[in-house]
């Protein structure tokens, strides 16, 4: 069935350094890959996204790279600061029903 | 800005006993959904509306779980019997339909945590 990996499950960080995560999806069908923030006790919130016409997108510190051919994308985010800290969920969502698959999720600490 | 609203927020019950949840969707949301969240893991869809009708409940556990959106806005989630497996955060979200844009986002509601015992 479709599935999205996540890697890795748990990245530290030191404050000001860059982070990467990884994800890869099963069904080429996939046309939108959504990155949540779900930080603790909190509902998940849409942090940036990307179509599959689109080969790469940035928003200030954000950016997400897609690679449809290797059904990889990845987020990265830059010049981090200790409130990016939180779980990061992928997902891949495509066909008739927008159905999401998320990621099993990074628990991204942002050491001061 | 408008956001998705879920009650109870947290809900403690014994096993075999009954439990539901509530979640209002963004008002124009068109899909509404209900999603499983086991602690340390992503959210699995559990079941999906689009207006009034479900167009994916493949993974509910139908012999104990049931969905409804009988006017097409607000939706009842609910359990019955409860087991102790069925302890997890429960995340309502809603879209619009369409592919233009943001349209695909989801907006997910603040979750309702289960505890069974």
């Known amino acids: 069935g479709e599935n999205v990996e996540q890697h890795p499950s748990t990245l530290s960080v030191q404050e000001g350094d860059s982070a990467v995560i990884k994800c890869t999806y099963s069904d080429s069908a996939s046309n939108y890959f959504p990155w949540y923030k779900q930080e603790l006790g909190k509902r998940p919130q849409l942090i940036i996204d990307i179509r599959s016409n689109v080969g790469e997108k940035k928003d200030q510190r954000i950016a997400v790279t897609l690679n449809k051919t290797a059904k990889h994308f990845s987020l990265h985010i830059t010049e981090t600061q200790p409130e990016d800290s939180a779980v990061y969920f992928c997902?891949?969502?495509?066909?008739?029903?927008?159905?999401?698959?998320f990621g099993t999720g990074t628990r991204l600490k942002v050491l001061a | 800005e408008a956001e998705v609203a879920q009650s109870p927020r947290y809900k403690i019950t014994e096993k075999s006993q009954a439990v539901a949840f509530w979640c209002d969707p963004i008002s124009g949301h068109a899909t509404l959904y209900w999603y499983r969240q086991i602690l340390g893991q992503g959210p699995e869809l559990l079941v999906q509306?689009?207006?009034?009708?479900?167009?994916?409940d493949s993974q509910l556990p139908k012999d104990r779980f049931s969905a409804e959106r009988l006017k097409g806005v607000d939706s009842t989630l609910k359990i019955q019997p409860a087991e102790l497996g069925d302890s997890a955060m429960y995340l309502c979200?809603?879209?619009?339909?369409?592919?233009?844009?943001?349209?695909?986002?989801?907006?997910f509601g603040p979750g309702t945590r289960l505890t069974v015992t």
């Open positions: 979200a809603s879209s619009l339909e369409g592919w233009r844009n943001r349209e695909y986002e989801q907006y």
């Open positions: 997902a891949a969502s495509g066909g008739g029903t927008y159905k999401y698959i």
């Open positions: 509306f689009q207006d009034e009708s479900v167009v994916d």
